[in-house]
């Protein structure tokens, strides 16, 4: 008889309880005793950043002649790491049957519990297969999410998760993050927007099509009021889903590269070696 991993039943229970994910968020804000026990089983300890997607801001780079584009900081995580390896799907767009988005675009993990992943749902990776796959996620329209995640450990039950770092390529319709309103803000803290990256709003270029309103934003950061887009600052985590959205250039990714170096060595020092 075939033997089935903890991860393979695991991946069969979130595919069936996955549209779940929002009740079980929202019990967050509603009981205190929820918040802790979430919290403790699927949040402690995580450190997660976002990261654009860089596609629509390449002109712009270029114009002003940077060499540094958002996705080097996962890029230079990857070329640090020994242990890599890649999913053969995304968990969160299989079980949400994404028709929108690549399926077959999953997670990259690095570090020294990647080890223990079961093969049956993974495979080792260099360092340029992971470069590549990061490319390929950005010509799709993904966005990242770079960090630890104690949701991973729990859901393929591989310890310890200080070994593992997460690499998400997320879409706007079936990310697991888009939980992220129905949280409590002890918990939707641990998601921090890259540091230097702001989404602006140009309303002389805006054509009112309100394309960027329509389930792209995971963080409920837009808003129309009297015929205009709003950003809420506080919320936005600066993805660059919406900027994607827009054919009209309404919606812009500026950012600055002065914390590169500290974001990635802080990345890097979320892995511990063994």
């Given amino acids: 008889m075939k033997k089935i991993s903890f991860a393979e039943i695991?991946?069969?229970?979130?595919?069936?309880?996955?549209?779940?994910?929002?009740?079980?968020?929202?019990?967050?804000?509603?009981?205190?005793?929820?918040?802790?026990?979430?919290?403790?089983?699927?949040?402690?300890?995580?450190?997660?950043?976002?990261i654009p997607n860089t596609i629509?801001?390449?002109?712009?780079?270029?114009?002003?002649?940077?060499?540094?584009?958002?996705?080097d900081v996962i890029k230079d995580v990857i070329r640090r790491c020994d242990d890599i390896v890649i999913m053969d799907s995304c968990l969160c767009?299989?079980?949400?049957?994404?028709?929108?988005?690549?399926?077959?675009?999953?997670?990259?993990?690095?570090?020294?519990?990647t080890k223990k992943i079961p093969r049956k749902i993974c495979h080792e990776a260099t360092v340029d297969e992971a470069l590549a796959q990061v490319d390929e996620a950005d010509a799709a329209g993904l966005s990242h999410i770079i960090g630890r995640n104690k949701i991973d450990t729990v859901w393929m039950?591989?310890?310890?998760?200080?070994?593992?770092?997460?690499?998400?390529?997320?879409c706007p319709c079936c990310?697991?993050?888009k939980v992220y309103p129905n949280l409590h803000e002890d918990i939707s803290g641990k998601l921090e927007k890259l540091d230097g990256i702001t989404v602006n709003y140009d309303s002389n270029k805006c054509k009112s099509c309100m394309k960027c309103l329509k389930d792209?934003?995971?963080?409920?950061?837009?808003?129309?009021?009297?015929?205009?887009i709003i950003i809420n600052s506080n919320n936005c985590k600066g993805c660059g889903l919406c900027v994607n959205t827009c054919k009209f250039g309404a919606l812009t990714i500026d950012y600055s590269d002065e914390t590169i170096?500290?974001?990635v060595?802080?990345?890097e020092n979320l892995i511990e070696t063994e």
């Fill in 93 to 113: 767009r299989t079980s949400n049957n994404c028709e929108d988005y690549p399926q077959d675009i999953g997670c990259i993990f690095l570090g020294p519990t």
């Fill in 10 to 50: 695991s991946i069969y229970v979130v595919n069936r309880i996955f549209n779940w994910r929002f009740r079980i968020a929202g019990l967050t804000r509603k009981s205190k005793i929820a918040k802790k026990v979430i919290n403790k089983m699927l949040f402690e300890k995580d450190e997660i950043i976002v």
């Fill in 157 to 170: 039950n591989i310890r310890p998760g200080e070994g593992l770092l997460t690499i998400c390529h997320c």
């Fill in 265 to 267: 060595n802080r990345m």
């Fill in 261 to 263: 170096d500290n974001i």
């Fill in 56 to 71: 629509n801001v390449n002109k712009k780079i270029e114009a002003e002649k940077s060499e540094f584009l958002p996705t």
């Fill in 175 to 177: 990310c697991l993050w």
């Fill in 216 to 228: 792209v934003c995971m963080f409920k950061a837009i808003e129309e009021k009297d015929g205009k």
